[in-house]
């Protein structure tokens, strides 16, 4: 077996440092916001109406990541659209766009000829398959992201704690919650290599949940949250590759596990 070091002398463990960086940016930011803004929910719903267009990538033969970023991009909009507009309850708004992009993925896979060898990769993850064109993807991401924030902080920040004052104060906020949405929809699509469709959920709560255990204040957790998120994501990959089980799983679980010890901490040192 290979010592830990000599695991940097190969490419394929390089772009996955690099992808758990910036994941663990991107996640810890949009996370945190997805958390206070108690939309969790939503962003399952678009997670799993992704896999429409990674379906129908598959079946017309072109990139399944970009696929998926168009269907997640719609359906996030549609959510905020049904919601707002259309004046659906939300929770029957997700589930219909939840079952029609499942409902147009198994469709579109089970049509495509052949068989999908890269398919697990999306549901469950690998992010030792990470592409060099993926990173880009990823940079570009966590860069869109930090500028959104940085140009706009106060107003996401009202929006997402008091939607009301924030319409009172005279903000945009429908504009905002489009750009917020899209936002989430992006950071749940680029970053399913790393843990897959079943699991990204995971990855945007469970770090953010043991942040909490600590402060409550929104930068502060954007913080702890990023830190926990690349702890739980490098401690993962590096047991998945000792003990030979899927990496995303093995990110999940040692992301549960941090959860747990810092909450028996928490609880034990009252």
């Known amino acids: 077996m290979n010592s830990l070091t000599e695991l940097f002398q190969y490419s394929f463990f390089i772009k996955a440092m690099i992808a758990a960086v910036f994941a663990s940016i991107s996640c810890g930011i949009i996370g945190s916001y997805i958390v206070a803004r108690r939309i969790v929910f939503i962003s399952g719903g678009i997670t799993h109406a992704s896999f429409g267009g990674i379906g129908l990538a598959f079946f017309i ?8 970023v168009v269907f997640a ?5 549609g959510i905020q659209f049904f919601t707002k507009v259309a004046k659906i309850r939300e929770d029957s708004s997700i589930a219909i766009w939840w079952s029609l992009g499942m ?8 049509l495509t000829p052949g068989y999908t060898p890269n398919l697990m990769s999306y549901l469950f993850g ?16 966590v860069f869109l992201i930090i500028l959104s924030f940085a140009l706009f902080y106060k107003p996401i920040l009202y929006i997402a704690f008091d939607e009301e004052f924030a319409r009172t104060a005279g903000l945009r906020v429908p504009l905002f919650n489009y750009l917020t949405i899209t936002l989430v929809a992006l950071t749940v699509v680029l970053n399913i290599r790393v843990v897959g469709i079943i699991l990204i959920l995971s990855l945007l709560t469970l770090p953010q949940a043991t942040a909490n255990l600590f402060t409550s204040d929104f930068k502060k957790m954007i913080g702890l949250s990023t830190l926990f998120a690349f702890a739980g994501t490098f401690s993962g990959l590096i047991i998945s590759w000792w003990i030979d089980i899927p990496s995303g799983a093995s990110i999940i679980f040692t992301l549960v596990i941090i959860f747990g010890i810092f909450r028996l901490i928490k609880h034990f040192g009252q």
Request: overall charge negative.
């Open 103 to 110: 409902a147009l993925g198994i469709m579109f896979v089970f």
């Open 126 to 141: 690998n992010i030792l398959t990470v592409s060099n064109s993926e990173l880009w993807w990823m940079f570009a991401l």
């Open 73 to 77: 991009i719609l359906s996030a909009l």
């Open 61 to 68: 033969g072109f990139e399944p990541l970009l696929g998926a």
